[in-house]
């Protein structure tokens, strides 16, 4: 997730050192150096994705074209909110890397308590999977997570309840069922106990009405209002991920190109899946102007 790209940069350097003080742990040695099972634990790996992603803005700000300055909207899937509201000025640096250390620490814990699963299901359309999870819940937790773009989406819930869910839609005519590695059942109701907790998080800490607007996970479309804001973060753990219907808002009011910050791919493919003519560009592809 580091690398010299990172070193290279005194604004992303920087950042990584304040996040280390905050966290009580150099965050840059584990994200460089791992070990892998440490930088895999929800708790560790949910700062280490905001802090990337805030460290690659501050490389695309030291370009000298600064792409970022003709940014009219932001969004970010899942975690990712977290970076786009800190980009709009809604939430500090600090506070937001707080939020996020609550965040991870207490969907880790949900994690152990209540084991759970993700699966990733390509090739099947959204009423067809929700479909599939009523058949295949049973006494189980299993639910709809993500909606990700046309033909790929994730269900979430107990272990036992995804093996059915992978059975059936195979048998359905799924592309194929791929097993996430992730600690636990995210976006589900077996994470409902890191609600109370990232909901005294938030009621702690500033936010401000967005510079410009920031599209929510939980209904695909921007708020303003501190005080919704923070209820929608909150409702976002357990709530389904609308990523498809939040890019598809963006592009229905206008946006023609977008930056993927991060060090993948992953939202460029996803993109070419909902509109293969809107322009995606990534920031380590391009850290020379």
Not at 173 to 201: I, N, Q
Not at 216 to 230: F, G, L, T
Request: charged fraction near 20%.
């Amino acid at each position: 997730m580091v690398g010299e790209w990172c070193d290279a940069n005194p604004g992303a350097a920087e950042l990584f050192s304040r996040a280390s003080a905050i966290l009580g742990y150099d965050l840059a040695a584990i994200c460089k150096n791992g070990p892998s099972d440490q930088l895999n634990t929800t708790s560790i790996s949910q700062p280490a994705i905001l802090v990337t992603s805030l460290a690659m803005l501050e490389v695309l700000k030291s370009r000298t074209d600064n792409p970022l300055g003709s940014v009219s909207m932001t969004a970010g899937l899942s975690l990712g909110e977290y970076t786009a509201l800190v980009f709009a000025g809604a939430i500090d640096f600090d506070d937001a890397v707080r939020l996020v250390d609550v965040r991870g620490r207490a969907m880790q814990e949900c994690a152990e308590m209540r084991p759970g699963a993700m699966l990733a299901v390509l090739g099947l359309d959204r009423e067809s999977i929700q479909t599939l999870c009523d058949q295949a819940r049973g006494d189980d937790v299993l639910e709809l997570a993500n909606v990700l773009c046309p033909g790929n989406s994730v269900v979430s819930g107990s272990a036992e309840a995804c093996r059915r869910l992978a059975d059936a839609a195979e048998a359905a005519g799924a592309m194929k069922c791929v097993r996430l590695e992730v600690a636990g059942a995210f976006h589900t109701p077996m994470m409902e106990s890191a609600v109370a907790h990232l909901r005294d998080a938030l009621a702690g800490v500033p936010i401000r009405p967005p510079r410009i607007p920031v599209v929510s996970n939980v209904d695909a479309r921007p708020h303003d209002d501190p005080a919704e804001i923070r209820r929608l973060l909150a409702r976002q753990v357990v709530g389904v991920v609308e990523w498809q219907a939040s890019v598809e808002y963006l592009l229905s009011v206008g946006v023609g190109s977008i930056w993927e910050v991060g060090p993948g791919r992953v939202l460029r493919g996803l993109m070419k899946r909902i509109d293969r003519s809107v322009v995606c560009s990534g920031v380590l592809d391009s850290i020379a102007p």
